[in-house]
T-cell receptor
């Protein structure tokens, strides 16, 4: 059974703080993804990675960066958090097209 | 880039009736179309998918149809039950450099009335 975990379920940060969201998968998947989920907007792709140290921009990369130093771990970084980054963040890994999602991190930026 | 539009945004049906959710996509190179279900407070999970070489696929009470010419695909749920209440996302996958990325629709909140 695929397991994707995220470092926090809930997070509250102040404007301007640097924020790290971590995602770990245990199935040796090569592809990993970060999405944000907002009501009425669905799941929007921020960044994805198809191999260690490789990354590609998704549809809304502005204000975010990522790091993939190990195959099982994919980190999302908010360099300077802003209130419009308050959202639910979902990580996923994929194999043979199927996406396996983590439980999500609800981030509030005040 | 690829764009996926999903309708309706909300849908309420009587228990036992059928529900249909429709999606259109923009990139004719898309070749994989999954549907995800997200129950309240839970993570999205794949419920059914279809590839571009197939026009229809069924799994018990759910079915998906694909019209490549028109670039649209639909999810059909028959004999709806309370546990079908959830948000449903369609998606289209496009190959991108060394990986494929999936573009999701905006979601449909399905409510089943008892």
């Amino acid at each position: 059974d695929v397991k994707v975990t995220q470092s926090s379920r809930y997070l509250v940060k102040r404007t301007g703080e640097k924020v790290f969201l971590e995602c770990v998968q245990d199935m040796d998947h090569e592809n990993m993804f970060w999405y944000r989920q907002d009501p009425g907007l669905g799941l929007r792709l921020i960044y994805f990675s198809y191999d260690v140290k490789m990354k590609e921009k998704g549809d809304i990369p502005e204000g975010y960066s990522v790091s993939r130093e190990k195959k099982e771990r994919f980190s999302l970084i908010l360099e300077s958090a802003s209130t419009n980054q308050t959202s639910m963040y979902l990580c996923a890994s994929s194999f043979n097209f199927e996406q396996y999602f983590g439980p999500g991190t609800r981030l509030t930026v005040t | 880039g690829e764009n996926v539009e999903q309708h309706p945004s909300t849908l309420s049906v009587q228990e036992g009736d059928s529900a249909v959710i429709k999606c259109t996509y923009s990139d004719s190179a898309s070749n994989y179309f999954p549907w995800y279900k997200q129950e309240l407070g839970k993570r999205p999970q794949l419920i059914i998918d279809i590839r571009s070489n197939v026009g229809e696929k069924k799994d018990q009470r759910i079915a998906v149809t694909l019209n490549k010419t028109a670039k649209h695909f639909s999810l059909h749920i028959t004999e709806t039950q309370p546990e079908d209440s959830a948000v449903y996302f369609c998606a289209a996958s496009i190959q991108y450099s060394s990986a494929s990325k999936i573009i999701f629709g905006s979601g449909t909140r399905l409510s089943i009335r008892p």
